[in-house]
């Protein structure tokens, strides 16, 4: 039995558009990781401490993006027990959020700008704990800074978490945040360690744009199973 309630599909696609996500992910946190490397004292800097300090921040970073997803959920909880038209309808915005996800992961529309505006609020209390836990140089250190990243306003994570919303479940939107944020690993890892092939393979145009495709992709096959079940509630209505 599956202990998170989700089925396979869902937590594997959450993981592959953490994947295809990587673009964006290296250019709004690609800098926060190199910076947070070389800030790490010279002396300090051999690959197994490196390695554990950025495993750590993207552990803090991944645990912050699970309590937002449950958070959300059960926001989802309470407004989807109210009718099968308000579910149906957080599943619609969902899949609308995942296209304009795709949108912007490939430099196509870049309104979500926008609502990474509404979480800089938030952010301004929360970055001053993150300087202090600087500079990092013990692995708790980088998790509770990770945990603080975690929180930075971000479009792409944005649009996960109205799935989660969707989902309606405080333990299965954790579980799809936790898939997602595992998905982003290997974009902010090779920029930590400087892989700069991966880093610019994930980042060029023609990868960003096949990336949109399957997201928007996904998100149709969504609103047409939300459009499938309208029309079995409807010919249910009317027999």
Not at 69 to 97: D, H, P, S
Request: include cysteine; aromatic fraction near 8%; proline fraction near 5%.
């Amino acid at each position: 039995m599956n202990p998170t309630g989700l089925d396979l599909p869902p937590l594997l696609a959450a993981f592959v558009f953490g994947l295809l996500g990587g673009a964006h992910c290296i250019g709004m946190c690609g800098g926060i990781m190199s910076a947070l490397t070389f800030a790490v004292p010279p002396s300090m800097r051999h690959p197994a401490r490196l390695g554990g300090l950025l495993l750590g921040y993207n552990l803090g970073r991944i645990a912050s993006y699970m309590i937002a997803g449950a958070l959300v959920a059960g926001l989802g909880t309470l407004l989807g027990g109210l009718t099968l038209e308000i579910r149906l309808a957080l599943q619609v915005f969902a899949a609308i959020m995942l296209i304009l996800m795709a949108l912007y992961i490939a430099n196509w529309w870049r309104g979500l700008l926008k609502i990474e505006a509404l979480g800089r609020r938030l952010w301004k209390y929360l970055e001053p704990l993150g300087r202090r836990l600087m500079p990092v140089v013990k692995v708790p250190q980088a998790v509770a800074l990770g945990a603080v990243w975690g929180w930075l306003p971000c479009g792409l994570v944005y649009s996960m978490l109205t799935w989660s919303l969707a989902i309606a479940e405080p333990w299965r939107g954790a579980a799809l945040m936790g898939a997602f944020g595992l998905g982003t690993l290997p974009a902010l890892l090779a920029t930590g360690l400087a892989a700069r092939r991966l880093s610019q393979l994930i980042r060029h145009p023609a990868t960003r744009s096949l990336a949109a495709l399957l997201i928007i992709a996904f998100a149709l096959w969504q609103l047409w199973e939300v459009t499938g079940m309208l029309a079995t509630k409807g010919h249910h209505a009317m027999t």
